[in-house]
C-alpha cells in the first residue's frame, strides 16, 4: 500500500477576498491537525517556510483542523471558485473531508486568514477654521456616526455615538472598502461641518462632506486602522449697515441721504479690543462675519464731519446707533443671527463767518483800504424762536412814528442787550 500526502499553506488574505493573490505572505507557526473520519485527531504539525504543511497518511478520509493565530480570524471558504487558489477552511478552520486514495498527492487544502481591522478617529470643534485638526482644539461629543459598507449602505449594528473627547471606534471589520457618515442632526446646537481640508482621509483635515455629513470610502486592509474625522465650525453671524450723510442732522436716515464710501469701521469684542476693521463700500455699506458673541463697532468720522445724534428717530433700523464718539452699544449675537442695523449718521461741518473792519466813512459798506479790526471777540449763537407781543399804547414820551396805533417787536432775547428799539436815545422803550 502506497500512503497518500495532503496539504498546502496557511497565508494572510491581505483583501478579504478568501482568494490567494499575488504578493499574500504565508504565515508561519500556525498548528493544523489532521482529523480521520470519525473525528480524531491523527496528528498535527505547525506551518513553516511561508505557511506551508504537509501530512503523508494510508488512504482514506480525512479533514484538517486549522487553529487561528492570535488576533487573526479566518477568511470565507469556497470564494473565489478554485480549489487551488481559495480558501478550504471555514470560519471554525475546519476543513470538509476529502478521500485519498494510494499514491494520491492532494496539496489544495489552503488556510486564509486576516488580521480584524478598524475605523476610528474623532470629531472636533475647528476652532480657527482651517479644516485641520490643531493642538488643543476640543473633541464634540454625541455625535451619531454610521458605518456604511462598499455600496454606501449602512452596516447592521454598525452605529456609534462620539464619546467626551469626540471619538469614535468601529473594531473587527473585514477588509473591504469603507465609508462613515457623520449625522448632521446630532450635531452640537449652532454647528456645522467645517471645510474639508486637503489631504484625503487618515490626514489631519476634515473628511466630512459639509452638506450630508458622509466621507469618502477608504479601503482597509487585513490589520489597518484608518481614520476618518470630521471638524465642526460655530455657525458665524453677521453684523453691519450703512454710514449715511444725515445731511438735515436729524439722526434719521431720510429718503435721498447719500451713503458714505471709504469710512472705516472698527469691530470691537466685549473688552473693547479691534478684533476686525473694514471701509464702507457702495452706498456706506459695511458687513461683518463673526463668531457668536458681543461686539461693537466704532467709526471713523472723515475729516470734515461729525457725528449725528444718537437713537433720535426711535426705530433702530433708521436712526443712528453711533455716539458723538463714533462708537456704539454692545449687542450680542447668536450662532447663525444676522444684525443689519448697525448705522452710522454723519454730518459734514459748515463754515460761518466773515470780517470786523472800522467803517471810516460809516456807510456800512466795507470800502477799499477800510481796515479790519482785530482782537474783536465774536460769538456764533443760535437765537430761539421769536415771541411776539403787543406793543404797549404811545404816550408822550414815544419817539417813535405815530402814524399806526399798533407795533410788533421781538423780545428782548431775541437780540443783544445792547440793542435799543428805535431811534438813537438809549432810554427809548415804546418798542
Not at 175 to 180: I, K, L, T, W
Not at 275 to 300: E, K, L, M
Not at 331 to 345: C, E, K, P, R, Y
Request: negative net charge; charged residues 15%.
Amino acid at each position: 500500500m502506497v500512503q497518500a500526502t495532503l496539504g498546502d499553506r496557511v497565508w494572510e488574505d491581505k483583501n478579504g477576498n478568501g482568494v490567494q493573490d499575488a504578493g499574500e505572505q504565508g504565515v508561519d507557526g500556525v498548528v493544523v491537525s489532521l482529523k480521520a473520519a470519525d473525528g480524531h485527531v491523527v496528528s498535527t504539525v505547525t506551518t513553516h517556510d511561508g505557511g506551508q504543511y504537509g501530512f503523508t497518511v494510508d488512504p482514506g478520509t480525512y479533514s484538517v483542523s486549522v487553529a487561528p493565530p492570535a488576533g487573526f480570524v479566518f477568511t470565507g471558504a469556497g470564494k473565489g471558485g478554485n480549489g487551488a487558489l481559495d480558501s478550504d477552511v471555514g470560519a471554525d478552520g475546519n476543513s470538509a473531508s476529502v478521500t485519498l486514495v494510494s499514491g494520491q498527492n492532494n496539496a489544495d487544502l489552503d488556510a486564509g486568514v486576516y488580521r480584524p481591522a478598524s475605523l476610528s478617529e474623532i470629531v472636533w470643534i475647528d476652532a480657527n477654521r482651517d479644516g485641520r485638526l490643531n493642538n488643543g482644539e476640543a473633541g464634540a461629543a454625541g455625535v451619531k456616526v454610521t458605518l456604511l459598507d462598499s455600496s454606501g449602505n449602512p452596516v447592521a449594528g454598525a452605529v456609534a455615538t462620539t464619546d467626551a473627547n469626540g471619538h469614535y471606534q468601529f473594531d473587527g471589520l473585514a477588509p473591504g472598502s469603507y465609508s462613515v457618515q457623520f449625522d448632521k442632526s446630532s450635531l452640537p446646537a449652532g454647528y456645522d461641518f467645517t471645510t474639508a481640508a486637503q489631504g484625503g482621509p487618515g490626514g489631519a483635515g476634515s473628511d466630512a462632506d459639509t452638506g450630508t455629513g458622509k466621507t469618502a470610502q477608504v479601503t482597509l486592509a487585513s490589520g489597518d486602522n484608518l481614520t476618518l474625522r470630521a471638524g465642526l465650525v460655530v455657525q458665524q453671524a453677521t453684523l453691519g449697515d450703512r454710514v449715511w450723510e444725515d445731511s438735515n442732522a436729524n439722526g434719521v436716515q431720510d429718503a435721498g441721504e447719500a451713503g458714505i464710501d471709504g469710512v472705516k469701521v472698527d469691530l470691537k469684542d466685549s473688552l473693547g479690543n479691534v478684533v476686525n476693521s473694514t471701509v464702507t463700500h457702495n452706498g456706506g455699506q459695511y458687513s461683518f462675519t463673526v463668531d457668536p458673541g458681543t461686539y461693537s463697532i466704532a467709526v471713523t468720522a472723515p475729516a470734515g464731519y461729525t457725528s449725528t445724534g444718537q437713537g433720535l428717530g426711535g426705530n433702530s433700523a433708521t436712526d443712528s446707533d453711533i455716539d458723538a464718539t463714533g462708537a456704539s452699544a454692545a449687542v450680542t449675537l447668536a450662532a447663525g443671527q444676522t444684525n443689519n442695523s448697525i448705522d452710522a449718521g454723519l454730518v459734514k461741518l459748515a463754515e460761518l463767518g466773515d470780517t470786523v473792519w472800522v467803517d471810516g466813512n460809516r456807510n456800512g459798506v466795507q470800502d477799499a483800504n477800510e481796515a479790519g479790526r482785530a482782537g474783536v471777540k465774536v460769538t456764533c449763537w443760535t437765537p430761539p424762536a421769536p415771541q411776539w407781543r403787543p406793543r404797549p399804547p404811545t404816550t408822550a414820551a414815544t419817539t417813535c412814528s405815530t402814524t399806526s396805533s399798533r407795533a410788533l417787536t421781538a423780545s428782548s432775547s431775541t437780540r443783544p442787550p445792547s440793542a435799543t428799539a428805535c431811534g438813537s436815545t438809549p432810554t427809548a422803550t415804546a418798542c
